[in-house]
């Protein structure tokens, strides 16, 4: 029975020692939480640009192709040999330079023999005209007969022909002896010379004996949606188009403005072809090259912003604006993006700061406290 009592007071004991712990306990975690205060809203760090208003081209891009505006196949014209090169492997030619020379030793001596028909012909007309007057003035005495002075007309008359034969046909030879020299017709730059001296040429090769392509001016030749066809037309009545070609890889670039819009649209396709002309004063454009080409059509002014700042959902576009370090959801309407930068034409004004960094996660209504600051464009 002793042994009983003993083993309940010991109970009794140890169950009030764990009661004493945890009241001890939770006063202390009650003064600590006390001590810390009540706890901050969850805050996320993001980074920032601001939405800008301002002039911005509306533009197409696409790829084009290099073309010569003027482009020569040099040919003989006379079954003859080559005497004389005058210039050297691709190299730039002016307008009126000689290029080639002919043997023209044949034609030297059939201007020759023309020459010496005509002056022949000539002294027999002088001596008509001389019969003709010496006739005149006889059938006035009655010296000779009618049909003596309307020979004599006759032959006078006869060699004023042949004399005018024998002028063209030594015009015509003349003509030919200038096609053994050939010349520059425009200025350009030469390609290799396809015959040297002492080969035999003649009209029907097919082969040219070089060829001249005009570096400046030249095409830049293109293709457009038939959508930005009408905004083109107005542009170029205008006067407010230009194009820009750049060579792929590097930065180098040519500006000049639309020549011609080609006078159908390809119904397989639906693009129209655009030709631009460019100055192209340093060469920069090589015929044959593909170029990437930006049409600017004319300059509004719009919201922009970095392409990055814009959220999709099935809602549409939308972006994060914060406003006094909250984050709110603005649906937005994108036009069209061009070098990292996004128009808008609905939803934001110009001056908001929105999200470029951080935005998944972000909700609606959420604190955020901004890293850094990008510029708007």
């Known amino acids: 029975m002793k042994k009983r009592i003993l083993m309940i007071c010991g109970g009794v004991l140890v169950v009030g020692a764990l009661v ?12 600590g939480a006390s001590a810390q205060g009540p706890q901050r809203p969850r805050m996320v760090s993001v980074e920032l640009a601001t939405a800008e208003r301002k002039p911005v081209p509306v533009d197409v891009d696409s790829i084009g192709t290099v073309t010569p505006i003027s482009s020569v196949a040099l040919k003989s014209r006379l079954e003859t040999t080559i005497v004389a090169v005058h210039f050297e492997d691709g190299a730039r030619v002016n307008e009126g ?18 020459e010496g028909m005509l002056a022949k012909d000539q002294a027999q007309l002088e001596g008509a005209q001389r019969d003709l007057r010496r006739f005149n003035d006889l059938i006035g005495k009655g010296a000779t007969t009618q049909v003596n002075v309307d020979n004599a007309r006759t032959q ?84 407010s188009s230009k194009v820009t ?46 170029v990437a080409t930006r049409l600017t059509i004319r300059t509004e002014n719009a ?24 984050a709110k959801v603005q649906p937005v309407k994108v036009d069209r993006t061009f070098q990292g930068q996004s128009v808008i034409t609905e939803g934001l004004s110009g001056g908001e700061d929105v999200v470029v960094d951080g935005q998944l996660l972000l909700s609606d209504g959420t604190r955020v406290e901004p890293r850094t600051r990008k510029a708007g464009a």
């Not at 004493?20 to 003064?31: D, L, N």
């Not at 570096?215 to 293709?223: H, S």
């Not at 750049?246 to 500006?255: A, K, L, R, V």
Request: charged share 15%; aromatic share 6%.
């Open 97 to 114: 330079d000689l290029l080639f020379t002919l043997d023209s030793r044949q034609i030297d001596a059939q201007i020759e023999q023309a």
């Open 303 to 326: 919201v922009v912003l970095p392409t990055v700042a814009v959220q999709r959902s099935q809602s549409g576009n939308y972006v994060f604006v914060v406003k006094e370090g909250v």
């Open 156 to 239: 006078a008359d006869i060699l004023i022909g042949t004399i005018k034969a024998d002028q063209a046909a030594l015009d015509n030879l003349k003509v030919q002896k200038s096609y053994t020299s050939i010349r520059a017709p425009f200025s350009g730059r030469i390609s290799a010379a396809n015959v040297k001296i002492g080969n035999f040429v003649r009209p029907a090769d097919t082969a040219p004996l070089a060829v001249i392509n005009q570096m400046a001016p030249v095409y830049v030749t293109f293709a457009i949606p038939q959508r930005v066809l009408v905004d083109l037309r107005e542009a170029m009545a205008s006067g």
């Open 20 to 31: 004493a712990a945890f009241v001890t306990r939770s006063s202390w975690m009650g003064t």
């Open 245 to 290: 070609a750049t060579i792929p890889g590097h930065q180098t670039s040519e500006g000049g403005k639309v020549a011609m819009v080609e006078n159908s649209v390809d119904s397989t396709t639906g693009m129209v072809t655009v030709r631009g002309v460019m100055d192209n004063a340093n060469e920069t454009l090589w015929p044959g090259i593909l």
